[in-house]
């Protein structure tokens, strides 16, 4: 399952975000530290071609890919040393697949800083939650380097890692995002990781909760997105950025789906604040679903782009896999466009694919396998 950490420093927004992308009610007060223990919730992707498909294969039971919010309580200045219970919030992010850091971005003389004061400094406060996650990595591999360092002498295959580490050490002090972090695939970034989790090496969507008013202002935004260019030192086209509103999404919860869609229209919102962050994160994972269909059941899968037909049979069952056979195929939207299974493998689009088959997103597959 996809989980998401929704980070930031206190009063930014972050709990009435939770509330409003997971329907919850966790304590949102104007106030530091209002959440101690992270606030965990679990939301269903929305994906309409499930409906369809249900529909079609005549079943009742829909099962969307899913999302896990972690709300983590506010972060503050000194964190990794263990300031305002930092160290034990840090903990909370490491098992996330992505950090959604959310900077305030909207005026209010009644929502304070964690220092008392009412201003906001978009650009510094991007600079010290970053500085806080660096930190505390820091801090990681100073604790696991000199073992490494040890084991190295004895086994020269581990060096590459020891340089591995120490670079990403170095940069992390100099204050940059360390570049293997972007110059290795994920596969060989774990394997350097090794079970270290470190913060920084998560991706990272910046979500500016914003007022209604700067949903419409182009150039708001455009200055916003430049604080975080600035914040992080990377290219504008290499950040995640989204602009939601907190308060505006805490009151479309209770509207029924098309009135909800009117008022954001209104703002020039195509698509809920849980959508707009759910798109990201499969983006920025480098994520896709492809969909079964039966009387049973229809379902969404996510997987990586790229894999091919076995390891997304895996998604479903390791027999799956281990066993696979072939996989039939078919494209949802011939699969709509002609109507039924029957009348799609008719029209010759229907097709059985072997072990080498690259997923493709609107894919509606059956595995077959032996075991």
Not at 173 to 193: C, W
Request: hydrophobic share 40%.
């Amino acid at each position: 399952m996809l989980k998401i950490a929704i980070v930031g420093l206190p009063n930014v927004g972050k709990s009435t975000l939770f509330n409003a992308l997971t329907d919850s009610d966790a304590l949102a007060a104007n106030y530091p530290f209002a959440t101690i223990e992270p606030n965990t919730g679990i939301v269903s992707v929305r994906d309409r071609r499930l409906d369809k498909l249900a529909e079609m294969y005549h079943t009742d039971k829909v099962v969307p890919a899913t999302v896990e919010f972690v709300d983590v309580a506010g972060l503050v200045a000194g964190a990794n040393k263990g300031d305002g219970l930092g160290n034990k919030f840090l903990a909370n992010i490491r098992d996330c697949n992505a950090i959604c850091h959310v900077v305030r971005g909207f005026e209010d003389e009644s929502v304070q800083r964690a220092d008392g004061s009412t201003t906001i400094d978009p650009q510094g406060d991007i600079e010290i939650i970053n500085t806080e996650l660096a930190l505390s990595d820091v801090s990681v591999i100073e604790t696991h380097l000199p073992k490494l360092i040890r084991e190295a002498k004895g086994n020269p295959k581990l060096k590459p890692r020891v340089e591995f580490l120490q670079s990403v050490q170095s940069q992390l002090l100099e204050g940059r995002v360390p570049t293997e972090f972007s110059e290795l695939d994920a596969d060989e970034l774990k394997e350097n990781l090794d079970g270290l989790n470190l913060l920084s090496a998560l991706p990272v969507i910046y979500l500016f909760n914003v007022s209604e008013a700067t949903l419409t202002d182009k150039e708001r935004r455009n200055e916003l997105k430049q604080f975080a260019v600035k914040a992080t030192g990377q290219a504008a086209d290499k950040l995640q950025v989204l602009f939601i509103c907190a308060e505006l999404e805490s009151e479309i919860r209770a509207l029924p789906e098309n009135e909800a869609a009117e008022l954001l229209a209104d703002y020039g919102v195509t698509d809920s604040g849980l959508d707009q962050l759910v798109k990201a994160a499969y983006n920025t994972l480098g994520l896709q679903s492809f969909l079964t269909a039966g009387e049973k059941e229809v379902r969404a899968w996510t997987i990586h782009k790229g894999w091919v037909a076995p390891q997304a049979a895996g998604v479903i069952h390791s027999d799956f896999e281990r066993g696979f056979i072939a996989a039939q195929v078919v494209d949802y939207n011939d699969l709509i466009k002609y109507g039924s299974e029957a009348a799609a493998r008719a029209a010759g689009k229907v097709h059985l694919e072997g072990k080498t088959y690259v997923m493709q997103p609107d894919d509606v597959v059956e595995f077959r396998f032996n075991v």
